[in-house]
C-alpha cells in the first residue's frame, strides 16, 4: 500500500532553514509527480509545491517562491523541501502527497518562532 513518511520538521527563528523529507514505498515512485501541502491551524490544506516525476518542471505557489526548494531522487523514493528564509506565516503540518493519488502521510509540524 501507499505510505508517505514525512520527517525534518522542528522549531526554528525566523529567517531560519529547515529541510524537510518524505520516504515515499507502494508505489512506483518514479512515474509520479509529488507534491508538499501544509496546514495552518484553522485554515485549509493548501499546495505549497510540485515537481515532476523526472524533476524538470517544478512550480511554487507564490508565498514560498524564491526561497523553498523542492527535489526529488527517484533512486531513494524521497522527496524533499529546502525551506529557506522561513516566516512566522510559514509555520504549519506540512505534508507529502503523489499528485495523482488520494493518500497523505502523518505530516510534520514546521514552527517559526523566535
Known amino acids: 500500500q501507499v505510505q508517505l513518511v514525512e520527517s525534518g520538521g522542528g522549531l526554528v527563528q525566523p529567517g531560519g532553514s529547515l529541510r524537510l523529507s518524505c520516504a515515499a514505498s507502494?508505489?512506483?515512485?518514479?512515474?509520479?509527480?509529488m507534491t508538499w501541502y501544509r496546514q495552518a491551524p484553522g485554515k485549509e490544506r493548501e499546495l505549497v509545491a510540485s515537481?515532476?516525476?523526472?524533476?524538470?518542471?517544478?512550480n511554487y505557489a507564490d508565498f514560498v517562491k524564491g526561497r523553498f526548494t523542492i527535489s526529488r531522487d527517484n533512486a531513494k523514493n524521497t522527496v524533499s523541501l529546502q525551506m529557506d528564509s522561513l516566516k512566522p506565516d510559514d509555520a504549519a503540518v506540512y505534508y507529502c502527497?503523489?499528485?495523482?493519488?488520494?493518500?497523505w502521510g502523518q505530516g510534520t509540524q514546521v514552527t517559526v518562532s523566535s
Open positions: 502527497k503523489v499528485r495523482a493519488l488520494p493518500n
Open positions: 507502494g508505489f512506483a515512485f518514479s512515474h509520479y509527480t
Open positions: 515537481i515532476s516525476s523526472l524533476s524538470d518542471i517544478t
